[in-house]
């Protein structure tokens, strides 16, 4: 039963939290629900790494270098949630983050291991050259290179120096989203990534990690975000 149903049960669990998430600010008997929230940004994603910890023992996968480099991807990008929400343990105050910071590096070493373990994936699942996929694929990640131009990355340097580490930083950030997005597209469509769950999932989740970076970052242009 377990090795068939158990995701369903953190899945359950991961769309409670969320929703709790946004519900705290409303619930009146909860007091100081900013402090509660900045806890969930640290608990949510060591569950996720106890649910591909709990996966990899279970399923036992024939290629384990694939999952743990996913799971240090997943692990950087908590630990960037962890001190963006509680930066004093870097001895930073919140209102002092500087740009780029520290967590700033933590989240783009992120990317690293999470487009490497895609690219081990694809591999894996499609190992000749499969060109019709990898002509998709740069379909999609051209058009979103173009869109992400347009609204995040132009916008985003303006006058700046295009040497300097803000800069590059700034940049940095939307490319890797898009690498992650030529990655995932490639592995959606190699020949049996459609009919597994378990791969829908990873690009699924993937192009939510897009969606969230563009709509954070296109808010923040705007100066909107709150």
């Given at each position: 039963w377990a090795r068939r149903h158990l995701w369903w049960a953190f899945l359950l669990l991961?769309?409670?939290l969320v929703a709790l998430f946004y519900a705290l600010p409303s619930l009146e008997s909860v007091q100081r629900p900013g402090q509660l929230q900045s806890l969930f940004w640290v608990v949510i994603p060591l569950l996720t790494l106890a649910a591909m910890a709990t996966g990899l023992v279970i399923q036992s996968p024939p290629s384990r270098a694939v999952w743990f480099s996913l799971m240090i991807g997943v692990g950087l990008t908590g630990l960037g949630d962890t001190l963006w929400e509680y930066?004093?343990?870097v001895g930073v105050r919140p209102r002092d983050i500087?740009?780029?910071s520290l967590i700033d590096?933590?989240?783009l070493s992120s990317y690293v291991f999470l487009f490497a373990g895609i690219l081990l994936l694809v591999r894996r699942r499609s190992p000749g050259r499969d060109?019709?996929?990898l002509l998709d694929a740069l379909i999609v990640t051209t058009a979103a290179a173009?869109?992400?131009?347009?609204?995040?990355?132009?916008?985003?340097?303006g006058d700046t120096d295009l040497l300097s580490a803000e800069a590059l930083?700034?940049?940095a950030y939307p490319v890797m989203d898009l690498l992650l997005l030529g990655a995932a597209t490639r592995l959606w469509f190699?020949?049996?990534a459609g009919h597994n769950t378990s791969l829908r999932l990873v690009v699924i989740t993937l192009a939510g990690v897009l969606v969230s970076d563009t709509a954070y970052a296109y808010l923040a242009l705007q100066g909107t975000w709150q």
């Open positions: 991961g769309t409670v930066p004093e343990w500087p740009y780029p590096y933590v989240y060109r019709a996929a173009l869109t992400s131009w347009i609204f995040i990355i132009e916008p985003s340097i930083v700034t940049i190699s020949f049996d």
